[in-house]
């Protein structure tokens, strides 16, 4: 089966009707989304919308619990609070319900899904995590392959049991290798921190063990012009270019 991973949409509703013109090309039979579908950009409102009609399951991701904690708020820097401030401003309360009950991960064709960190973080970085503990983790897991985003960047991290290799991501095809584990970072649909502007995504064929990412050009200048109007702080609207 051919999955589409999307993560960090982040209210960039152009870049992600471009993803899914690609996705009828690329042909994915499924998809999952790991997060962060609000925060930063203009419609977070539309973007939940698409994803709650299009029944793609969904994890929480960290700027989803700053939207419905209060308390949780005071995590992130001012300018991504400011952000958030006026995010909730601009979803409905439907939006708002359905994204309190997002949980921290999930399962799919026996690959793990989460935001952050496996099993279950919501906030923890990647690459914050020693080798010595994400080796644990992933020896304790009961998926061989999990699907990460948060970090905004592509990359996938290799273990033979004994060592973690961790290396960048590139563009088209990636084979798994059987017996090992791996942690996928899918990217950025909606804010990408890579170097490249372009909306990224993956397929992965679960049948064939392929991994293909993908790359997808969007009208940045009309996102942006949203974000500034909107009074979002103007570096949600520099990153993307």
């Not at 999990?146 to 960047?153: A, I, L, P, S």
């Not at 063990?209 to 500034?228: G, H």
């Amino acid at each position: 089966m051919k999955i589409a991973i999307l993560s960090d949409i982040h209210g960039n509703l152009e870049a992600l009707q471009e993803v899914l013109l690609d996705m009828e090309s690329s042909g994915p039979e499924a998809a999952v989304c790991l997060g962060d579908n609000v925060g930063y950009g203009p419609n977070p409102e539309e973007v939940v919308t698409i994803i709650r009609e299009r029944k793609i399951p969904c994890v929480m991701g960290n700027h989803e619990l700053g939207v419905v904690r209060e308390d949780f708020l005071t995590w992130f820097n001012p300018l991504a609070r400011q952000s958030l401030l006026i995010t909730r401003g601009l979803i409905s309360p439907e939006t708002m319900e359905y994204i309190r009950l997002l949980q921290p991960s999930l399962t799919y064709e026996n690959a793990l899904f989460v935001h952050g960190c496996p099993p279950d973080s919501i906030t923890r970085y990647i690459f914050n995590v020693p080798d010595t503990i994400l080796m644990k983790i992933l020896r304790q897991s009961d998926q061989p392959l999990c699907f990460v985003g948060h970090t905004h960047e592509l990359g996938i991290i290799t273990s033979d049991g004994t060592a973690i290799r961790r290396e960048g991501l590139p563009r088209g095809l990636t084979r798994l290798e059987p017996g090992l584990r791996y942690v996928v970072n899918v990217g950025s649909v909606g804010q990408p921190r890579d170097g490249n502007n372009n909306a990224k995504y993956v397929i992965w064929d679960s049948s064939e063990d392929v991994l293909d990412v993908r790359f997808v050009p969007y009208d940045i200048s009309a996102t942006a012009a949203k974000i500034e109007k909107l009074g979002f702080p103007g570096i949600n609207a520099r990153r993307l270019f």
